[in-house]
Each structure stands twice: as C-alpha cells, then as structure tokens.
C-alpha cells in the first residue's frame, strides 16, 4: 500500500478500482468523466447519488455507515474518456473542510486489496474538493492525488469541468384578466443535484465581471477582473521561466507617473515570505528578479519586469501577488493603460495579459496573483483590487487576505 503526497501517482495494478473517501462527518463523493479538454461530453458525465451509473463509472452508497465510493472499470471506459476525477463535499449544506480530515482509499474493486490511500493537507474553508484522478497517460492507467478544495462548493467544481449548473428561469405568470393556457408536457431531463443548485437570491445579482478557468491550449489568454487561467498547455504545467511584465501611462499629458511594480510570495499557510521591489531586486534563492524602478512611467513597452522561475521556487511557496504602489502619493485615477502580462522567457510568447479598465482614487493596487495547485501546476487570476498604499509594506496583509 502507498500512502500518496499532492501530486504523486501510482500505476494501477488493477482494471476495476474503487475510489472511497471516508472523514468523521458525513461526504457526498462524485466522479466525472472528462475528455482531453478536460471536460465532461454532457452532464450524464457527471456520476452522483442521483445519476449513479455511466459508462465505465459508478456511485455507490456507503449508506450513512460507510463511505461512499466511485468504481472505475477502465476497460468499460469509452474512447475519448482519459481521466476520471473524484470530487468530496460535506453532506451539511455550507460546512467546509475546516476540522475535517478525508482520506481517500484507492482499492482493486474485485479482490478490495487496498493500493493505495490518501490525505489532503493544509483543508480549511473549502466546501468541494477534487480528491484523486484515475488518468490515462501513455496507453497505461494510473492514479494521481489531487487534494484541490473549491471554496463555491461542488457547483465550482463542476463549473470548471463543464457541467451546467444554471437554474432554468421561472416562467412568468399569466395576465390577471386570462386564464393561463395549459402548459405542454416538460422533455424528460437528466437527473439534477441538488447541490449544485444555488440559493435563490430575493433580486437577481449583476453577473460577475470574468468567471470561470481556462488553459493556454488556444494561445494568448486576455483575462477579465477575477478571471483564472491554469498555466497548462497541451496537458503539461508550465513550469519555465516567466516574466511578468507591468507597464502604465500618464493620464494627464507631460505629468510623470512613478509607480513600483513589487511581488510577494507566501507559503501555504498566507505567511509572509518575502517581497522582490526596487530596493530588493532578488529573492527567494534568485528564483524571483526585479528590473528594477522605472520613474517615469513613459515609453513604449513593460515599464517594469519581474522574472519569475517557477520550476526553480523553494517548495514552501504557494502564491505570488503582483502589485504596483505609487510612493509619491499619485492616485490610480491620473494614470492610464495600466496592464500586467505574463511572457514566456525563453520564446518571449506572451501568454496572459489583464488590462486594468477602471481606477479608484488609491495609492497600491494588486493586479494579479499566481497560486499554485496541490497538482503542482499554477493558476493566474486577474485582480485589479484597489488598496490605501504607498510601498509594497502596505500590501502585504491585504494580499494574503486576497490569496
């Protein structure tokens, strides 16, 4: 038996496994078939306690007295189908992780010989969590430990794996002055989790600026405010050497703009680990580089760079926000085109780019932060939020409340 780390994996010995995930309260566990893209086909992909069978995967009760479990014969799994991703989540409408310790058991499913277990570290107010993957890599199965939590619960889960989770809007009542027609007869639907379904607010709320989790697998990702891109393409993390590139204008013709683009790095638990700025251009071993201050904010191009190598970062750092400070007391509302980019180093290929579209009368803003996932890859998510601070000094409790 293997006890696994976040994102180490195992061959799997057997061609019929069992997946179960067992914790002191009560779990609903899932699975869901996902493709090369990393999406479901359709929402029968989605196997839970009221959808529990598919091709190649099945949901089994634990009963309230043992944990409940996704089997995976994987020479039942259909072409196109590479990996199956087993999701948790507390039974108790909005409990999260906090306390709660899982541990899932990767099992043979016909002779219950255990191969191996499994416990995510580091669990506090997530409600969801991806678990483990069965996946296919070179014509052989294997099992991976996941560990990733969802703060949003199993809809954000299967929201990134494509799942529809959108309520179907009321139909609006009949005039007082007619009778209603009769309705026709509902088309049969597929089952729906009840889970996924969220509370329905007294006002229907604005739509979110940007949602939602894409990869580079298309090319260069433009990201809205509070949009996430994986640094994932064709399969693989990225884990080379990348540049994060700042720049800014005057908004006011002739007036300098001295702005300071900075990066702080936390380790898992948001503890402070350093800051990389104008007056300490390298940190964390030379893993991460400054170009150092630029005090006018004009020209052409990134007005300040940060090198960051991902693949050479210390293994206790798991974020990094990008901020951008104006020392000089100057407001986000006098300056314009502020940006922020990710470059690939080694081609020079820009990868991910966030235009800042609004401004606040404030001194500091994060523009952007990298988290790196218990699967060792990391994600981008676009921030734009807006903090009373001139150094990089002021920025580093409200950024780790961000992370």
């Known amino acids: 038996m293997t006890a696994m780390t976040p994102g180490s ?8 496994v069992a997946v179960d995930v067992a914790a002191p309260v009560r779990l609903d566990v899932s699975g869901l078939l996902l493709g090369a893209n990393g999406k479901v086909r359709s929402d029968d992909d989605f196997i839970f306690y009221n959808q529990p069978a598919g091709p190649g995967v099945t949901y ?24 199956i991703v087993v999701t948790a989540s507390p039974d108790a409408t909005g409990q999260t992780f906090q306390g ?22 580091r669990l506090a107010t997530e409600t969801a969590l991806v678990v483990v993957e069965i996946y296919l890599r070179n014509g052989a199965w294997k099992a991976r430990a996941v560990g990733q939590g969802y703060a949003n619960g199993l809809a954000g889960i299967a929201t990134d794996f494509g799942v529809s989770v ?4 009321a139909a609006p009542p009949a005039p007082a002055a007619q009778a209603a027609p009769p309705a026709p007869p509902a088309p049969p639907v597929a089952p729906v989790d009840p889970r996924l379904a969220p509370p329905a607010p007294a006002a229907p709320p604005a739509a979110p600026a940007g949602t939602g989790k894409i990869n580079l697998d298309k090319g260069r990702v433009n990201l809205q405010k509070n949009q996430t891109v994986s640094l994932v393409k064709g399969g693989r993390p990225l884990l080379s050497q990348v540049k994060m590139g700042l720049g800014w204008e005057p908004a006011y013709r002739g007036k300098d703009i001295d702005l300071d683009a900075s990066v702080i790095a936390y380790g898992p638990q948001r503890n402070h680990l350093d800051s990389c700025y104008f007056g300490k251009l390298t940190i964390l071993n030379g893993s991460v580089k400054h170009s150092g201050d630029n005090l006018t904010g004009e020209g052409a191009g990134d007005d300040e760079v940060i090198v960051v190598d991902l693949g050479r970062l210390p293994a206790e750092v798991s974020g990094l926000v990008f901020t951008v400070n104006s020392f000089s007391g100057q407001k986000f509302t006098e300056v314009a085109k502020a940006y922020c980019r990710l470059i690939d180093a080694a081609t020079g290929e820009e990868l ?52």
């Open 352 to 403: 991910v780019r966030f235009d800042l579209t609004t401004a606040e009368p404030q001194t500091g803003v994060m523009m952007a932060k990298l988290i790196k996932q218990f699967s060792g890859e990391w994600e981008m998510t676009a921030m734009g939020e807006f903090v009373k601070s001139r150094t990089v000094r002021g920025m580093v409790k409200p950024a780790a409340q961000a992370l």
């Open 60 to 83: 089994r009760s634990g009963g309230g007295t043992a944990p409940d479990a996704i089997l995976v014969d994987t020479g039942a799994l259909p072409a196109g189908v590479e990996r």
């Open 100 to 121: 709660v310790e899982p541990t899932a058991t990767i099992r043979d499913a016909d002779g219950g010989a255990v191969l191996a277990t499994f416990t995510p570290p």
């Open 9 to 16: 994996n195992i061959p799997l010995t057997a061609t019929r």
């Open 166 to 169: 959108d309520e179907e809007p």
